[in-house]
T-cell receptor, first 108, second 118 residues
């Protein structure tokens, strides 16, 4: 049974929309999925969280389909400063588990 | 204010040294966490304190000893570490300790302490 999985890396260009998907195929009805951004040698920074449908804040959107087996972090119009590692965090086996992290590289 | 502070920022120690990492938050959170993060890996949970009591120890070796003197402070005492213990040590806090990952147990992280064991 897979834990929390996400792509290892993604490349994008400035101004594009980036979507990063996290698979979490065993979460309970009211469990939230949380996304963090981490720069080298810094602590993870909270981006967004949700448990169903769509959540939007000033930096990102989070889409969660009805089956809740995955969630997608959407970063609109990325810039070079969005180059970082993005982690999803979700419950698994009674604990909160981080995905492996997606290293996003934004190019000019 | 969602700030968690950690000191020192960097620490180099020998295998026979005793040192401590410190973490502080003033958000009124009642849960605090220690994580260890190796390069290109996600943070790994070490300890969870809930209402100043140790609630989770993820089978961490006894050379790591956590302490929660009060609701705002969290220490990690280090003794007889090994070179493989070199990592970024992260502290986090949340309003409460839970696993639903909802707003009440959303974790806010400090900047970390980069530990090097020689």
């Amino acid at each position: 049974l897979a834990k929390i999985t996400q792509p290892i890396s993604m490349d994008s260009y400035e101004g594009q929309e980036v979507n990063i998907t996290c698979s979490h195929n065993n979460i309970a009805t009211n469990d939230y999925i949380t996304w963090y951004q981490q720069f080298p040698s810094q602590g993870p920074r909270f981006i967004i969280q949700g448990y169903k449908t769509k959540v939007t804040n000033e930096v990102a959107s989070l889409f969660i389909p009805a089956d809740r087996k995955s969630s997608t972090l959407s970063l609109p119009r990325v810039s070079l400063s969005d180059t970082a590692v993005y982690y999803c965090l979700a419950p698994w086996g009674g604990k909160l588990i981080f995905g492996q992290g997606t290293e996003l590289s934004v190019k000019p | 204010d969602t700030e968690v502070t950690q000191t020192p920022k960097h620490l180099v120690m020998g295998m026979t040294n005793k040192k401590s990492l410190k973490c502080e938050q003033h958000m009124g959170h009642r849960a605090m966490y220690w994580y260890k993060q190796k390069a290109k890996k996600p943070p790994e949970l070490m300890f969870v304190y809930s209402y100043e009591k140790l609630s989770i120890n993820e089978s961490v070796p006894s050379r790591f000893s956590p302490e929660c003197p009060n609701s705002s402070l969290l220490n990690l005492h280090l003794h007889a570490l090994q070179p493989e213990d070199s990592a970024l040590y992260l502290c986090a806090s949340s309003q409460v300790a839970g696993t639903a990952s909802g707003p009440l147990d959303t974790q806010y992280f400090g900047p970390g302490t980069r530990l090097t064991v020689l």
